[in-house]
């Protein structure tokens, strides 16, 4: 059976940048997945780090589950067409009552794709509700890129805090994108989207999947990306897909792929004032050391 977009989703996604909510599992299949997330994170004794939660499909079977799920691929060929790349993956966890959040911002600006869309199916493991901090966006916003700021800030999720400043948005028209466990939403790379402060007694666990036409072409240096459907003809460099192999085997195919992206992910701009490229090159260091060392520790 197909779960294709019609084309009134397609047509509201191209006006609004966004579509939700779309019912992708089970409440029964949300609740598992969720519940191997969690089984993980009690072997190792703490929440994934922010490396694991990149590219987590490179390491465990509930996010490889995903990221290939037909339900959602169905969902993004009606978008992108029938040959597409998982370009990387995000796990947003909020735990309850904590102060982290995301600034508004747009991906398009440091993601150095050259793609019609690269669209972000944002899955719900937990619910996400405006009280949790589920996603808020700015519909009709994906038309142009807005000037953003590195801020760095403290409780921030993204790598660099990057945000939007207020007098550039109409925050009267934001929209939180409310889920039920086991819904998506869909947006594109160009929209602006953050997120407030889980003040819930619950976490709130998303999965940010990144996916691109797989003839898109990859800026800067080399990177990695996963074939889900089709065939590629992008310029990116090919993952194995890792289900079914060792747990080191897939620790070095993931340490890999991220120091891939980290070579472009921390790399400043023309115009970057020297602590701001000072700043980047530390990130970068530590980020490839750590991947290194558990390159070597999974050798």
Request: proline fraction near 3%; aromatic fraction near 8%.
């Amino acid at each position: 059976m197909s779960y294709q977009l019609s084309q009134d989703q397609v047509e509201r996604y191209k006006i609004y940048g966004c579509l939700f909510p779309l019912d992708i599992l089970s409440k029964e299949d949300a609740s598992r997945l969720r519940g191997e997330l969690e089984d993980c994170e009690k072997m190792q004794g703490r929440p994934l780090d922010r490396l694991q939660s990149n590219k987590s499909y490179l390491l465990y079977d509930w996010a490889d589950e995903l990221v290939h799920h037909p339900k959602i691929l169905d969902a993004v060929e009606s978008i992108v067409g029938p040959d597409i790349l998982c370009y990387m993956t995000q796990l947003f966890t909020k735990e309850a009552g904590s102060e982290t959040y995301v600034s508004m911002h747009q991906d398009a600006a440091y993601w150095g794709i050259e793609a019609d869309d690269v669209i972000t199916a944002w899955v719900a493991l937990s619910p996400a509700t405006a009280k949790s901090g589920a996603m808020k966006v700015l519909p009709g916003s994906h038309t142009q890129i807005l000037e953003q700021k590195n801020t760095y800030a403290k409780n921030n999720l993204l790598s660099r805090g990057q945000e939007i400043a207020a007098e550039q948005l109409d925050e009267s028209k934001l929209v939180y994108m409310e889920l039920e466990p086991g819904q998506m939403s869909l947006h594109h790379y160009l929209m602006v989207h953050g997120s407030d402060a889980n003040s819930s007694d619950d976490r709130r666990i998303g999965l940010a999947i990144r996916y691109v036409a797989a003839s898109a072409k990859k800026l800067g240096k080399p990177e990695s990306a996963l074939l889900v459907r089709g065939k590629n003809t992008s310029n990116f460099i090919m993952e194995r897909r890792t289900r079914g192999l060792s747990q080191k085997v897939r620790a070095r195919k993931h340490s890999q792929a991220i120091a891939r992206q980290m070579h472009n992910l921390f790399e400043p701009s023309k115009d970057a004032a020297l602590g701001e490229r000072i700043r980047l090159k530390l990130t970068k260091t530590l980020g490839l050391t750590l991947s290194y060392w558990r390159n070597l520790r999974a050798r």
